[in-house]
């Protein structure tokens, strides 16, 4: 019935803090949609920013910022990727560590944005 994700929510406390994070630090690419939503796109999904004090209608029961535990696929090797983080400043909480992906085991490195949300970074191990 269902073929894959379209887009997921993440509420932030400051839309212009969260997009040059997940932008510079990340690297996804940004699309304005309006004042109050902006995508942040990871191939054909997007990671949705909505603000807490938005208008927009209907949201989650409770839309919490720092809720959310997300993991992602990087393209780069893993110690590029920390050598990047390390670059800009961005600590590292946890990695590279084992740990079992969708589709088999992966290595991963925990960071955190902003608001506190858990981002793991991980690629296939090999």
Known sequence: MLSGL???VVTVTDMAR???FYSRVLGL???YRDAQRVDLMLGDTALRL???DTDIAPVSATPTPGSL???LRCQLPLTEFKQHLDALGIEIEL???A???ANGPIESVYLRDPDGNLLEVS???R
């Open 99 to 101: 740990r079992q992906g």
């Open 123 to 125: 690629r296939p191990a």
């Open 18 to 20: 969260a997009v040059d």
């Open 69 to 71: 535990d997300l993991c």
């Open 50 to 52: 909505h603000q807490t």
């Open 6 to 8: 379209d887009h997921l």
């Open 29 to 31: 690419d940004v699309r």
């Open 95 to 97: 990695g590279p560590v």
